[in-house]
């Protein structure tokens, strides 16, 4: 069964090109041939719901109380809403977060730059959306990190998101920039969405969700789709 839901979309030019020479990898995994639609099937965009803290465990909203320790690095909080074209809240949407330590080191195999690995820190959180919309989670600000696109290229400091709907089909992936850097303007990833729609992957530092003495607050609310959407990856 296919279905063809009508509704308002974003620029036709908002949304970074599947090719971007400038971003290496692109030229190898970018679709060489035309598109084939695949219309999704009814177990495809139904499930499943309700049940991820069964399937993957709790919610983990606070990355830097996973470990024994305290995490190095600048303590941060983010939180935001989930929307749609309307502006109406979308609740229950499962946010995914990794993101590199405060040196700008995953925890990962093929990531083996001379920058120090954190006991205290793993990068991954999980939260879901309450019936607002609102997603908030804990953790320090990542660092740059090198990776090898061209000469001298540094990563600005990001976290990655996805965001799952009602289905693993309606997974969405993004980047969250930081309003103070200035890698952001040299990085071929972030520079294949154009402007001024690349604004809308920087979030917002927001005084009111600064906790006094503890954590800087920054503010990111995600919009599905429709002329004001969050860019994502493709
Ligand atoms: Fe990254």
């Known amino acids: 069964m296919s279905r063809d839901i009508q ?12 090719l971007f020479p400038e971003y290496k990898s692109t030229t190898l995994r970018s679709p060489s ?3 084939i639609r695949i219309p999704q099937t009814l177990t495809e ?8 803290d069964k399937l993957m ?3 983990l909203a606070d990355l830097t109380s996973q470990h024994a320790g ?29 993101q590199a330590n405060a040196a700008g080191r995953y925890i990962h195999v093929r990531d083996s730059w ?35 696109n061209h000469h001298n290229a540094w990563r600005p400091a990001h976290i990655h998101l996805s965001l799952l709907g009602p289905a693993f089909a309606s997974r969405l992936v993004t980047q969250l920039y930081f309003p103070d850097d200035p890698l952001i303007a040299l990085d071929p ?24 003495a503890r954590a800087l607050g920054y503010k990111f609310d995600v919009v599905l789709r429709g002329p004001l959407a969050t860019l994502m990856e493709r």
Request: with cysteine; proline share 11%; glycine share 10%.
């Open 189 to 212: 990833i972030a520079n294949s969405v154009p402007m001024p729609y690349r604004l809308r992957l920087i979030a917002r530092f927001d005084i009111e969700s600064t906790q006094p």
């Open 114 to 148: 001379d920058a120090p690995i954190d006991p205290n820190f793993t990068g991954t959180g999980r939260m879901v959306t309450d019936e607002q919309g609102r997603y908030s989670f804990t953790t320090v600000r990542p660092g740059a990190y090198p990776w090898g």
């Open 57 to 59: 465990g709790r919610a």
């Open 7 to 18: 509704y308002s979309r974003e620029d036709s030019n908002a949304q970074p090109p599947s």
């Open 70 to 98: 305290v995490p190095i690095g600048q303590r941060i909080v983010v939180s935001g809403r989930v929307l749609d074209e309307n502006g109406k809240a979308i609740p229950d949407t499962v946010m995914e977060i990794w």
């Open 45 to 52: 965009t139904t499930g499943p719901t309700g049940c991820w």
């Open 33 to 35: 041939a035309p598109l």
